[in-house]
């Protein structure tokens, strides 16, 4: 994760500031760093170029460089192939699947290399890691996306968040949208439901199991973060509470998909090692 952090001597709109300020960063890549919620403005995450910046203000810049490490199929990430699905440990750091101008750099583009009939049906965020299905056929497809459709399917997911819960267990219920700026956020829109168990306590952080009976884009995120504990390195929903010496620990947010059972049968993916290390050292 690359990071900049300025006290601003001019005034005006964001974008025409940091430009000013920090000339290798084109407007273009201003853009896509307030987009994906990394630009602060004095502690507080901005979601418009045109926010006014006054002398003195703080500003705060994360954000990724978009250079795959991965370019190719690794058979570790491999946990077992069925019939007509697989089971795959998928790494933090690999989009599930390709933008709209590009496939590659995705799972689904790697993963096709060596099973062409490979087809998605259900996605983890870029930074989650975990178990991941992915059906063999069009066939396998329609089937298994039903059984995701009809919540036939059980999923748990791993946490590690700021904070601790005044209760061992909690259920959110609230419901889901998508704003103006095609962000997602807690309110009137679809509903959404997860279940949370705190799993381990330490004086600022908690390990938590977390059961998504619906399965609405950053569902566990937003869920955690409106309880008021958002997920450690969760920069889209930390709500600035972040120091330099937490970014310098954790790389990306703190979510595995451990567990899904499905037909049966049930498949889990250890720990993520960066989450272990993380787990083992909060």
């Not at 989650?128 to 059984?147: H, P, W």
């Not at 995120?221 to 120091?243: C, E, F, V």
Request: proline share 2%; net charge positive; hydrophobic share 35%.
């Amino acid at each position: 994760m690359e990071s900049k952090i300025i006290r601003s001597s001019l005034e005006g709109r964001f974008d025409n500031v940091v430009v000013a300020l920090c000339p290798q960063l084109s407007r273009k890549k201003i853009k896509s760093i307030i987009d994906s919620g990394g630009a602060y403005l004095n502690q507080k995450r901005i979601l418009m170029a045109k926010t006014q910046v006054q002398k003195s203000d703080s500003i705060k810049l994360y954000w990724e460089e978009h250079k795959s490490k991965f370019t190719s199929f690794d058979s570790q990430w491999l946990i077992k192939e069925e019939k007509d699905f697989l089971v795959l440990n998928k790494p933090s750091g690999l989009n599930s699947e390709g933008s709209l101008t590009s496939n590659q750099d995705s799972l689904i583009a790697l993963v096709q290399k060596e099973w062409k009939q490979a087809r998605l049906i259900h996605r983890l965020d870029k930074e989650t890691s975990g178990v991941m299905l992915i059906a063999l056929g069009q066939e396998a497809q329609k089937r298994l996306e039903n059984l995701f459709k009809e919540r036939l399917v059980y999923k748990e997911y791993h946490a590690l968040v700021h904070g601790n819960p005044r209760q061992d267990h909690f259920i959110s219920q609230k419901p889901i949208i998508r704003d103006f700026q095609n962000r997602f956020k807690i309110g009137p829109g679809k509903s959404a439901k997860t279940e949370f168990h705190v799993l381990e306590r330490t004086q600022d952080s908690s390990y938590i199991q977390c059961i998504p009976y619906t399965g609405r884009t950053h569902q566990i995120r937003l869920h955690l973060m409106d309880a008021g504990y958002p997920i450690l390195g969760d920069k889209l929903y930390s709500q600035g509470q972040y120091t330099s010496a937490i970014f310098g620990r954790i790389k990306r947010h703190m979510l595995h998909s451990l567990k899904i059972r499905i037909d049966g049968y049930e498949f889990v993916a250890d720990l993520a090692s960066d989450f272990e290390q993380i787990k083992n050292q909060s």
